[in-house]
């Protein structure tokens, strides 16, 4: 390859090219930042900025010729129906209720893969535990239908250990679609969490033990507070990534309990023109959810702990 | 107490964990070897059949075939754009570049479900039908951030004397770019190639809101099993997941591999490293 760009030094264009990329760096980055910032306007932002557009339209696709219409009934048709305002607040309730469960069911193990497992260990014991994280969203789900199901793994285990009632309905419900949705957040709650545990100096917990601090009083004096950033952090990816789940609720919850990503969802799948209404629904979910995570973290930053 | 806790409570917590995780998967394995119609319980009888029929199922390879192009398109594109925008992040500092990094970031904390409808709105500007292209553009614009995040990583461990070096030398602006720069970050490259093709195969949601007829093999499955599910499901599923763990692993395996030594490359490199 050298060969070849040697080569090309005997035509002047190369070579008054590289010397001038040589001599200024503002040519560098011009030629470097050309394709990215192209891509960051286009797929970045210019989608959501015509989503919002659409979202003040009284209807979509345009007819040709036609300037469109401008109003702001979509964003009040999500306070007239109740389906839209329940869709919503369950959404919300149910993100909040996994990510303090993933949280709470992750704590330990990332805490035993980055504090107690030995050293050596430690990337194999990681290893195992994402390997799963790979596999799509769909066939997870389609998993843990063959456990929960009237005659799956879980029923025709209770039935085999002496149970003989009817079958537990764990299937289509609330219990399936949390279980689901903790299987499909822990990783984005352990990697967070590992890499702040894991920079805990050990030698801060010994030189508490030896002033007398109890197991307790170490966890939350100093283990909690140094983990703090991994929890913001973990607990921001999970509540984003449930907020917006649309084929696993889908899958493993029940028709009962709708969640406003497939509300939307649905919205966009209706025929006529309903992606006015849809846009506005998505800059809800978009501004809503950022806001609630903005709050929490300005909460966590508030927290005693902080003082130094 | 929490000795014990530590010894004993927290490694049988982390085991039950992995049972958790697995068992499903383990399960799945299992109920594609079922010699019957019906997904049930227990399992009294074995067959292959199932394993043997999804693999003249044309429409699951059909389904197999779009997915594998869909990855290869969306990581050409992902690491296209991502490599030059982490050199691009790289020559900023402070507060610029925090906000660069934002900007780039900010994909990963839309929701999917609206990140996946917005864009297909907006690909119907330029004309482009939903699709295989509009997938991967779609997986490209989900992977971008995070090869972004890798390669910068890996960028920031360089010494600015390597690049100096072959200058002095006589090297130009290319033969630095492709001699030394690229061979530097080609493990974080591999890395993010692999985490691509990853995310793109796995991916439902995009694909399914930027897709027409010919389905990827998530968006097939999950229009299968709301109908309901059979044992062949269950067999195609598992070999499916056993070559993305294969595969996932491999890459793991290879990048930390690749990694361990041009760690000490750079130390005798550079001189002044304060990382390590």
């Excluded at chain 1, 009934?73 to 129906?81: I, V």
């Excluded at chain 2, 793991?252 to 591999?257: I, L, V």
Aim: proline letters at 5%; glycine letters at 6%.
């Amino acid at each position: 390859m050298t060969a070849f760009f040697i080569w090309a030094r005997r035509f002047a264009a190369y070579r008054s090219l590289t010397e001038l990329l040589a001599r200024s760096s503002l040519a560098r980055l011009a030629i470097i930042s050309a394709l990215p910032l192209a891509w960051i306007v286009l797929a970045n932002i210019a989608p959501l900025v015509q989503m919002f557009v659409i979202s003040f339209y009284q209807s979509y696709p345009l007819a040709a010729g036609t300037a469109p219409e401008f109003t702001i009934r979509h964003y009040f048709a999500f306070f007239e129906r109740p389906l839209y305002l329940s869709a919503f607040a369950r959404s919300f309730i149910f993100a909040t209720l996994v990510t303090a469960l993933t949280l709470l069911v992750m704590f330990p193990v990332a805490y035993y893969i980055a504090k107690v497992a030995p050293r050596i260990r430690r990337v194999r014991l990681l290893l195992l535990v994402i390997a799963p994280f790979w596999i799509s969203e769909i066939i997870r789900s389609f998993a843990w239908m063959l456990m929960l199901s009237n005659r799956g793994a879980v029923n025709s285990f209770l039935s085999s250990v002496g149970y003989s009632g009817p079958p537990f309905e764990l299937l289509y419900n609330n219990i399936s679609l949390t279980i689901g949705v903790l299987y499909l957040t822990s990783l984005y709650m352990l990697l967070p969490l590992y890499s702040a545990l894991e920079k805990i100096d050990d030698r801060l917990l010994e030189a508490a033990a030896d002033l007398g601090a109890t197991s307790f009083r170490r966890f939350t004096r100093i283990i909690l507070p140094l983990a703090r950033d991994g929890i913001v952090t973990g607990c921001t990816l999970v509540f984003l990534l449930v907020v917006g789940l649309y084929a696993m609720p889908v899958l493993l919850g029940g028709p009962s309990n709708t969640l406003f990503a497939s509300t939307i969802g649905q919205i966009f799948g209706r025929a006529g023109d309903s992606w006015p209404l849809g846009s506005a629904f998505s800059m809800i979910l978009i501004f809503a959810a950022l806001a609630y995570v903005g709050v929490f973290m300005a909460v966590l930053q508030k927290q005693p702990g902080r003082r130094s | 107490m929490m000795h014990h806790l530590g010894k004993v409570a927290l490694p049988v917590y982390f085991w039950l964990f992995v049972t958790w995780l697995f068992l499903p998967l383990f399960v799945m394995a299992a109920m594609g070897f079922r010699d019957s119609n019906f997904v049930a319980f227990p399992i009294q009888s074995w067959t292959t059949d199932w394993y043997q029929s999804v693999l003249d199922d044309r429409e699951i390879l059909a389904s197999l075939w779009v997915s594998l192009q869909v990855a290869v398109l969306s990581t050409i594109l992902g690491l296209g754009i991502g490599t030059p925008m982490a050199f691009m992040v790289a020559r900023f500092h402070g507060v610029w570049r925090a906000i660069l990094i934002t900007i780039i970031v900010m994909p990963a904390f839309i929701p999917i479900v609206v990140s996946a409808i917005a864009l297909r709105m907006f690909i119907g500007n330029f004309g482009i039908q939903t699709g295989l292209v509009a997938i991967a553009f779609g997986h490209a614009v989900s992977s971008v951030p995070f090869v972004v995040v890798m390669l910068l990583t890996r960028l920031n461990s360089m010494s600015p004397n390597l690049a100096d070096a072959a200058r002095d030398l006589g090297a130009d602006e290319f033969i630095i770019f492709f001699r030394v720069v690229l061979p530097y970050l080609s493990p974080a490259l591999f890395g993010a190639f692999m985490f691509c093709m990853l995310l793109s195969f796995e991916d439902f949601t995009r694909s399914f809101f930027l897709g027409s007829f010919d389905p990827t093999f998530p968006v097939l499955l999950f229009a299968r099993l709301r109908f309901g599910f059979d044992p062949g499901l269950a067999a195609i599923s598992t070999l499916v997941l056993v070559a993305t763990i294969a595969l996932g692993i491999y890459a793991e395996r290879f990048t930390r591999k690749r990694t361990a030594p041009a760690k000490q490359g750079r130390l005798a490199a550079s001189g002044d490293d304060k990382n390590v």
